[in-house]
């Protein structure tokens, strides 16, 4: 299935979401270089054709070329941030030093707010980058499901729309659909806060308390969403979309979702240590809580789930007292 739009492209990155954009993207590039921190990482994938660590049970094709080395990306029109969210401005300021050219389209693909700043990671990009064109590509789109082609709804944000239509040219196939969106801080936001929601999620799971007391958190979630984006520069029909209502729900009840299973481990009793480490992979709305309840609070927001995650995870308050709170404030409209 061939582009003519690209040819070819860096993905720095190689964990679950990098090795999933590889497999999708492999059939319409001629070439992909995926980026990854460790050499011998890198040397068992081109020899094996799979990644030991992530997703392996995923071949890879012959055209995608594993590296350790940040400036193999440089030659590519093309390039992916599939870091996690602490990584992404010391990665950008590598690939600034690097010299990268401003011609290079830049893609987002992680899903948070830095800590210090409370910056999205676009505005982390266009701070470093000035010229460069640059984009996000979000909404419910687990990398395992990415990898094996099942069905998958994405949303690529810019404000650049035309630039936007190019990556939705790429991003569509049989089984992988793409729509647009210049609301690139909704899109942003929505991939972000949905992370510390999906950790409430999995506590309420995890406590037992039922169905429909997860329903309501989920739906109440959303309503708070709304709120904190809108408040930070998102439009509301966003929240409403992939990005916002879509990644919330996937992110909330999938067995796939790191955070759900950060906090279904919470709530079953395990330290946030004890979660995290039999984790083995990054949850990003563990260090997203903290950045998002600094953000919320400097906004003037109400954020009641957000408030009631961070006091579990940075305040020590147990589990069960911070969700009994929720289901006890004062009764009030449900839409104000």
Same mark, same amino acid.
């Given at each position: ?13 190689s964990?679950?979401?990098?090795t ?20 011998g990482?890198?040397e ?26 940040l400036?193999?990306?440089l030659p590519?029109?093309?390039?992916f941030?599939?870091?996690p ?7 950008a ?6 010299g ?8 987002s693909?992680?899903k ?5 700043t409370g ?5 982390i ?6 010229q ?7 909404g419910?789109?687990h ?7 099942l069905?998958t ?17 790429l991003?569509t196939f049989p ?7 210049d609301?690139?801080? #909704?899109?942003e936001f &929505?991939?972000a806060?949905k992370?510390v929601? !999906?950790i %409430? *999620?999995g506590?309420?799971?995890?406590? @037992?308390?039922?169905d429909n ?7 109440r ?8 984006g ?11 979309g ?15 979702s790191?955070?759900?299973?950060? #906090?279904?481990?919470? &709530? ?6 004890? !979660?995290? %480490? *039999?984790?083995?992979m990054?949850a990003? @709305?563990?260090?997203?809580t ?5 953000v919320?609070?400097?906004a003037g927001?109400?954020?009641?789930i957000?408030d009631?995650?961070y ?17 006890t ?8």
């Amino acid at each position: 299935m061939a582009n003519s739009t690209f040819k070819s492209a860096a993905i720095i990155g190689s964990g679950s979401f990098g090795t999933a954009i590889a497999k999708l993207l492999e059939s319409k590039l001629e070439s992909i270089v995926l980026i990854g921190r460790d050499a011998g990482t890198a040397e068992s994938i081109n020899r094996d054709r799979r990644n030991p660590h992530y997703l392996n049970n995923i071949t890879l094709g012959a055209n995608v070329f594993a590296s350790a080395r940040l400036t193999d990306s440089l030659p590519h029109p093309l390039i992916f941030f599939a870091v996690p969210t602490s990584a992404t401005r010391e990665t950008a300021l590598a690939l600034a030093a690097a010299g990268l050219s401003p011609a290079t389209i830049l893609v987002s693909c992680a899903k948070g707010i830095e800590t210090q700043t409370g910056d999205r990671l676009s505005q982390i990009l266009r701070e470093i980058f000035p010229q460069n064109p640059i984009a996000a590509v979000s909404g419910p789109n687990h990398a395992e499901e990415i990898a094996t082609g099942l069905a998958t709804c994405a949303v690529i944000g810019s404000e650049d729309l035309p630039l936007a239509v190019r990556l939705q040219e790429l991003f569509t196939f049989p089984h992988f659909r793409s729509y647009t969106s210049d609301d690139l801080a #909704g899109i942003e936001f &929505g991939g972000a806060v949905k992370n510390v929601y !999906a950790i %409430a *999620a999995g506590m309420a799971h995890g406590l @037992g308390l039922g169905d429909n007391a997860v329903a309501a958190l989920v739906t109440r979630a959303l309503s708070e969403m709304t709120r904190l984006g809108m408040a930070l520069g998102g439009r509301m029909e966003t929240f409403a979309g992939l990005s916002g209502v879509g990644d919330l729900i996937v992110t909330c009840f999938s067995e796939h979702s790191r955070n759900h299973r950060v #906090g279904l481990a919470l &709530g079953s009793g395990k330290t946030l240590e004890e !979660a995290v %480490a *039999a984790l083995g992979m990054v949850a990003e @709305g563990v260090p997203n809580t903290l950045s998002i309840h600094d953000v919320a609070r400097r906004a003037g927001v109400r954020t009641p789930i957000i408030d009631a995650v961070y006091s579990i995870l940075y305040e020590g308050k147990p589990v069960a007292i911070a969700m009994r709170e929720l289901l006890t404030r004062d009764p009030r409209p449900e839409h104000s």
